[in-house]
């Protein structure tokens, strides 16, 4: 029998300084058995930094929300539709292939991806001349370690803060603080 999917509520009150973006988001995170708390908390971490183009690019009228992710290989791990149904924002974390990334940039106005872990300058010295074309696909780097503090704060109810200012997300639960400084690498 297959195991299912363990699922996490958050609150997250969300304050984006550098895109004057304030609002409060409950989420729902269903984390498949083969995700850690690790990559679960860097999608939240990539939705929180992204979140700001639900009024800047749907204008308030879209769903920012967590796709199928591991239990959807073709889905990304976050996604902002607007009222149409049209994919505007499509997020993935880790270190995937490039076609499914390539095929997601068909898919969408936008692909960003976070890379996390220490195998990731590896893996981009390795997929670096693949993705050069698509000029809709940004991908961004968080730094070592930081993935693991993000995974120390996940909990199955979450309340969490985030702060964005000056590029760098702090997120906390009240207790711990992190900071997150993607660096861009595309």
């Known amino acids: 029998m297959a195991t299912k999917s363990t699922i996490y ?3 997250l009150q969300l304050a984006d300084i550098d895109h004057a973006y304030y609002a409060d988001h409950n989420l729902t995170l269903a984390r498949h058995p083969s995700e850690t708390d690790e990559r679960m908390m860097v999608r939240l ?3 929180a930094l992204q979140a700001y183009k639900l009024q800047s690019v749907c204008k308030g009228d879209g769903t920012l ?13 976050v996604w902002l539709r607007d009222f149409t149904g049209r994919t505007r924002l499509w997020i993935e974390v880790g270190q995937p292939e490039d076609k499914p990334l390539i095929k997601a940039c068909g898919k969408a106005d936008e692909v960003v991806l976070y890379c996390f872990s220490q195998a990731a300058d590896v893996w981009w010295r390795g997929i670096e001349s693949k993705l050069s074309r698509p000029q ?3 991908v961004f780097r968080l ?3 930081v993935s693991q503090a ?7 109810s979450m309340q969490l803060q985030a702060t964005i200012q000056d590029g760098t997300l702090f997120l906390s639960d009240g207790a711990h603080t992190v900071d997150i400084e993607p660096l861009r690498w595309k």
């Open 9 to 11: 509520k958050a609150s």
């Open 45 to 47: 971490a990539a939705l």
């Open 65 to 77: 929300a967590f796709g199928a992710g591991l239990s959807d290989p073709d889905e990304p791990d």
């Open 136 to 138: 809709n696909l940004s």
């Open 143 to 145: 730094a070592n370690g």
């Open 150 to 156: 993000l995974g120390a704060l996940a909990a199955r």
